[in-house]
């Protein structure tokens, strides 16, 4: 009997230890209010994101200069630089355990959910302590702005989602890579194109961790609708739009056999599958030049990127970038001081010619790109004067992006689905994939069903 | 958490009243040092078992941003019972657990009986059939991956295609999804099975072998009568672990198949992921893993209740 016992506890404790693998320790000291009056006097001690690691020298080296330029400037801010990245599993463990940086960078796809769990500091009241409002964009700056006027970031660089191609395949597969696709029958008709005339296949879509519904939102804001009312009370996944995105991809696998054979695919499966030229076109961030060339080996002629097409009744496209935020226990000196560190890195290159150019000349030497395709953060003449004083510095082929560059500006920029954007595309991946590996798949039925699921998820708070 | 349910006996004296115990005589007798050599062990374990532990307890009831908590009772649990994709990751995981011990617990069993037939080759098998267990596990799945790709290219496509059968969809097909990770969850385990049975089979006496040769017994009547027999007590502790192992099943679908598709894959443990890391929902998270726990438990104190006759030998 006893060592019956034994075995049963031991049989539990080992299950109970094994199970509960998700766990966090916390810390759960009440937030300070980020309102509050700041002493601009007071010293204060700050610690930030990002700092470049080793493997890139000069702008490890540019980093500290600013470091030491900034505290010269700031005799009571004392800046704690650290290497942290933003990494979805690391940040909650971080903020759990207090060592959250004060000023940290996420991407656009994770400010609402960071919003509306209130994991970041409100910057309202110390955004007029810093010149850097007045020179953001204000299409950019909705996207850390909620509802009631609050604003819990500053987007420090940004992108529109558009369509990546292959130039090497288009020229190989007959077409122009001067004339890219501008509407989605001419998408269509390339990538059969492309899945002909190469060994490639023409059209490429993420199906998984949420990259699927992620893509599927962008090409409804292209075909024509949101999927969450503006207030986001209202799931409005069943919409025409999205049919028509689905009725797209199902014409594209099926009846074309233009998307190639495997529909489980991630983002890193998808950009390695493109950077290697196994793919004509693939819907991504319009930013993806360093990604591709710098990060993944693809030759830098081959590079080609155009504005999202849009259909007939198309709404506009996605936004995506890095948004610098405030740890929301961050003190009203700390929040002030957090700023004033933003606005002295991020945007003094916009307004100081010294600044820009060694940035960028630390950035080069580092074999990073310069020049590559983005949506300006702050407004379009004090971009145009950046770009003018790192002409000599650009070192990436602007000639082969005109249309997009030509047109950035021009595209609407739709923000994310205001509430629970990530449980949406994560219900929307398997939509995705259902049209994607089953040709008897119902959209109507899928979408439908979808429809319910992110409407119980909104209602569920 | 492991209890005994004896006091401890003092030595039986006769003649003399029994001695008390003091902090003085414990110390004269070494508690101290068993105490200094204990410390690593229970810290260890407070640290970053029971704390944890007590913490998910904690967590489930609550509902926090880490920042601000707010303690919400049952809500969590309620939330989590009324997920319809619990019932598809509760399904998914008990048909990967079931085909898993198909595939899974007669494999190992029938190739360490092979592998101590063997004489000479007996360690380079050993060591073959132990070597999937020695490359790293997000290696081995990734690399199947590959395997697994379904056009031509893919190295069982290409395999089958030599004898005429394929393409298969493996990982991209509702159904084939799952045998397929069971196929490279096999393989990338079953080299421990191998060599903890090799060991128990090292253990039996050759004179039953003999003696049931001498009485006229085949390989087969050999291998039921008296092989099986003297390993059941290895084989169903060893039938829980996996039991309780496969039920817990992540890294592979995590990396092969992220759920899909359409969460034909999805199992309970990345279930719980997605609540605390796509959702940052730490309440869910924890809520279903002491619901897994709670399961597993029960579902192991069922087993060993099942199983007392044959265990206790």
Redesign the interface.
């Known amino acids: 009997?006893?060592?019956?016992?034994?075995?049963?506890?031991?049989?539990?404790?080992?299950?109970?230890?094994?199970?509960?693998?998700?766990?966090?320790?916390?810390d759960?000291s009440?937030?300070s209010s980020g309102g509050g009056p700041a002493d601009p006097d007071a010293p204060v001690t700050i610690s930030v994101s990002n700092m470049p690691t080793t493997e890139f020298p000069e702008q490890r080296e540019a980093f500290e200069r600013r470091l030491d330029e900034f505290a010269a400037d700031h005799e009571n801010i004392t800046v704690e630089a650290q290497e942290i990245e933003w990494e979805?599993?690391t940040f909650?463990a971080m903020?759990?355990g207090g060592t959250m940086p004060t000023v940290m960078q996420v991407p656009f796809t994770e400010i609402g959910?960071l919003i509306s769990?209130?994991?970041v500091a409100d910057v309202t009241d110390h955004l007029g302590e810093t010149d850097a409002l007045d020179r953001l964009s204000p299409t950019v700056m909705e996207v850390v702005t909620d509802g009631e006027d609050r604003v819990w970031g500053v987007p420090i660089a940004a992108y529109t989602m558009g369509l990546l191609y292959n130039r090497s395949l288009f020229e190989q597969a007959g077409l122009d890579p001067d004339a890219p696709p501008q509407t989605w029958d001419d998408v269509r008709a390339a990538a059969q194109a492309i899945d002909a005339g190469t060994d490639a296949q023409g059209f490429a879509t993420m199906?998984?961790?949420?990259t699927g519904g992620w893509i599927l939102t962008t090409m409804s804001y292209a075909f024509g609708s949101t999927l969450e009312s503006d207030d986001g009370g209202t799931a409005t996944v069943d919409n025409p739009a999205t049919e028509s995105v689905l009725d797209f991809y199902r014409s594209l696998r099926w009846d074309d056999d233009a998307m190639?054979?495997?529909?489980?695919l991630?983002y890193d499966d998808a950009v390695n599958a493109f950077a290697s030229g196994q793919v004509g076109m693939l819907v991504q961030g319009a930013d993806n030049y360093s990604n591709m060339v710098v990060n993944r080996g693809m030759p830098a002629e081959d590079f080609g990127v155009a504005p999202l097409p849009q259909a007939d009744d198309g709404i506009g496209t996605l936004g995506g970038g890095t948004i610098a935020v405030v740890n929301?226990?961050a003190t009203p000196e700390e929040i002030a001081a957090a700023l004033e560190w933003i606005d002295f890195y991020h945007f003094q290159k916009y307004t100081d010619e010294t600044v820009a150019v060694a940035n960028a000349e630390a950035s080069a030497a580092d074999g990073l790109a310069i020049g590559a395709p983005e949506l300006p953060v702050v407004d379009a003449e004090l971009y145009a004067q950046y770009l003018d004083w790192i002409a000599a510095e650009v070192n990436v082929p602007r000639e082969n992006f005109e249309l997009y560059l030509s047109t950035v500006e021009e595209v609407p920029l739709i923000p994310e689905p205001a509430v629970k954007a990530?449980?949406l595309y994560?219900t929307l991946?398997?939509v995705v994939?259902?049209v994607l590996?089953?040709e008897d798949a119902d959209i109507a039925q899928l979408l439908g069903d979808a429809q319910s699921?992110h409407q119980a998820a909104i209602d569920?708070g | 958490?492991?209890?005994?349910?004896?006091e401890p006996r003092a030595p039986v004296r006769t003649g003399t009243a029994r001695r008390r115990r003091t902090p003085v005589t414990w110390v004269r007798g070494g508690g101290l040092t068993t105490l200094l050599f204990f410390l690593p062990l229970l810290l260890s374990f407070t640290l970053f078992?029971w704390?944890?532990?007590a913490?998910?307890l904690v967590?489930s009831l609550q509902q926090?941003?880490?920042?601000?908590?707010e303690w919400v009772g049952l809500e969590n649990f309620q939330?989590v019972l009324a997920d319809?994709l619990l019932g598809t990751a509760v399904w998914n995981t008990t048909v990967f657990t079931l085909i898993a011990l198909l595939i899974g617990f007669p494999v190992p069993l029938l190739l360490a009986v092979f592998v101590a037939e063997l004489r000479r080759t007996r360690g380079l098998a050993s060591v073959l059939a132990y070597l999937p267990v020695v490359i790293p596990p997000v290696v081995a799945v990734l690399l199947w991956k590959t395997f697994y790709?379904?056009?031509d290219a893919g190295l069982f496509n290409t395999v089958l295609g030599r004898v005429g059968l394929g393409?298969f969809?493996w990982?991209?097909?509702?159904d084939m999804v799952i045998p397929a990770i069971v196929v490279q969850a096999t393989w990338a385990s079953f080299g421990t099975a191998v060599i903890i049975y090799l060991a128990a089979l090292m253990t039996i006496r050759t004179e039953l072998y003999e003696s049931a040769e001498i009485d006229g017994a085949g390989v087969v009547r050999r291998f039921w009568h008296v092989t099986l027999p003297q390993l059941r007590g290895i084989l169903l502790i060893m039938l829980?672990l996996q039991l309780?192992g496969t039920f817990?099943v992540?890294t592979e679908p995590y990396i092969?198949?992220?759920g899909?598709?359409?969460?034909r894959s999805l199992t309970v443990?990345l279930l719980?992921?997605?609540?605390?890391?796509?959702?940052?929902d730490?309440g869910r998270?924890?809520a279903l893993?002491?619901l897994?726990?709670l399961a597993?438990?029960v579902l192991?104190?069922a087993y060993?209740w099942a199983t007392?006759r044959w265990?206790?030998s």
Do not use: H
């Open positions: 009997m006893t060592r019956r016992y034994v075995r049963l506890s031991t049989t539990l404790a080992i299950t109970l230890t094994t199970a509960l693998s998700v766990t966090a320790c916390g759960d009440e937030p979805a599993d909650q903020l759990a959910a769990r209130g994991q199906t998984l961790d949420n190639g054979s495997n529909f489980l991630n929301p226990r990530q449980e994560a991946d398997t994939q259902a590996t089953r699921t569920a | 958490m492991v209890a005994l349910d004896t078992s704390w944890p532990i913490r998910s967590l926090t941003n880490f920042i601000v908590t939330r319809p790709r379904p056009d393409p969809q990982l991209n097909s509702g829980l309780i817990q992540f092969m198949t992220g899909g598709p359409e969460n443990l719980i992921y997605r609540y605390a890391f796509v959702s940052g730490y998270a924890t893993s002491l897994l726990a597993l438990g192991s104190a060993l007392r265990s206790s």
